[in-house]
C-alpha cells in the first residue's frame, strides 16, 4: 500500500477514534485535535482554560509534535507544570497543503507512540 494511503487510513482511524471519544456529533478537525494533543501533554485534563490558555495548549502540542523533526527540543516545565520548547530549526517553506499533510503525519506518529492506533 503507497505511504499516502496508509497516512490517510490512519490519519481517519485518529480522527474516527478522538470524535467518538471527545466529540458530540461533529467530527473532530485538525485544530481540535490539536488541541486535545496539548491538553493531554499538559496533563491537566479536569481543569476549564481560558482563551490565551488554549493558545499556548495549541503551541506545546505542535512543538511536541515536530520536535521528532528536529524542529523543536523539549527544555523543561515550569512551576505551573506547562512544558517549554526550545525552537531548533526553521521550518521550511510550505504550502497550506503540504503544512496540513506534515502535521497530520506528525499526528498519527504521535499516537502511533502512544499506541492510540496501529
Known sequence: MARDEVLKQRWDTVVEKLTNQF???DTLDLDAIIYLIGVQELGQIHRTFKKDDKVN???IAICRLLEPYGYYEFDYFDEDGWPHYIFKEELPTLKAGEQTVLMKEAIVNYF???EYIE
Do not use: F, T
Request: charged share 35%; proline share 0%.
Open 23 to 25: 466529540a458530540e456529533g
Open 57 to 59: 495548549l495549541m503551541h
Open 112 to 114: 502511533l507512540e502512544k
